[in-house]
């Protein structure tokens, strides 16, 4: 593989399972030392990391709730390495899609809303937010917000307002840093072959596959190759879109 990313440091929120784990090893792949955030201590985190002993990777303890967590992680990958020139930071995620309840706006609790906005809207802005100081600075810098299909007319109306105010942000960031070498852009994911498509019961595979116009999920790999291209240094004239790697779902 060409290395593109040679000398590039890069920061990946949830980077060690799933498609997190598939964008971080692109991107190493491609020459770039990558920083892992992740939430709690969890046996696999230490097992993705042993995987990969002797690769730039470093992993970085916080919650995307706390904004305090959001600027140290970003702070100590910049010590350890020197700079920071991507930031992909996964959003309305893991635990959004097809295994969570149904219910319509008007029922959900408190609860449910403030962890969804403070834990998918404000995390990316914070993190954002963070990334950006140390980008603007350099004149370069790579933000790519990676969010799953969750809220697209699926009664979620939390997750469905966590991707409307995304890109929003997206969008007004992308103006902000414009001309400054710094790019902003969203990945959208559909249906993933990863280990919760394991999970779904067949009646709602089947129905989901039948609204897929290409007939089947998406390899991991098919959207980390979609993230790469957008962290490349070539890549500086795309800027506040949107890209669906979702096999027409939303079509």
Do not use: K
């Not at 964008?23 to 920083?35: C, E, M, N």
């Not at 930071?89 to 309840?101: D, E, H, K, T």
């Not at 989901?208 to 190759?225: C, F, H, S």
């Amino acid at each position: 593989m060409e290395r593109t990313l040679d000398g590039r440091v890069a920061f990946v929120t949830g980077g060690w399972h799933g498609l997190g784990a598939a964008i971080t090893d692109r991107l190493v792949s491609r020459g770039a030392a990558v920083g892992v955030g992740y939430r709690r201590p969890d046996p696999d985190v230490d097992e993705f990391f042993a995987e990969r002993a002797g690769h730039p990777i470093t992993l970085h303890h916080g919650s995307l709730t706390e904004p305090a967590d959001c600027r140290r992680t970003i702070a100590e990958l910049v010590e350890q390495r020197g700079r920071l020139d991507v930031l992909v930071a996964q959003v309305n995620f893991r635990n959004a899609g097809l295994l969570s309840i149904r219910r319509g706006t008007r029922s959900l609790t408190d609860g449910e809303w403030e962890r969804a906005i403070t834990g998918h809207l404000s995390g990316a802005f914070h993190l954002a937010q963070a990334a950006l100081e140390h980008m603007t600075a350099a004149r370069f810098g790579r933000v790519v917000f990676v969010l799953g299909y969750a809220g697209v007319h699926d009664l979620q109306g939390h997750f469905a307002a966590v991707r409307g105010g995304l890109g929003a942000l997206a969008a007004e960031l992308a103006r902000e840093v414009a001309g400054s070498g710094v790019t902003v852009n969203q990945v959208a994911t559909g249906l993933l072959a990863d280990e919760i498509l394991a999970d779904l019961p067949e009646e709602a595979l089947a129905a989901t596959m039948r609204n897929i116009p290409v007939g089947r999920p998406a390899e991991l790999a098919e959207v980390a190759r979609v993230v790469e291209f957008l962290a490349d240094p070539e890549c500086g004239y795309l800027t506040g879109q949107l890209i669906a790697v979702d096999g027409g779902l939303t079509l």
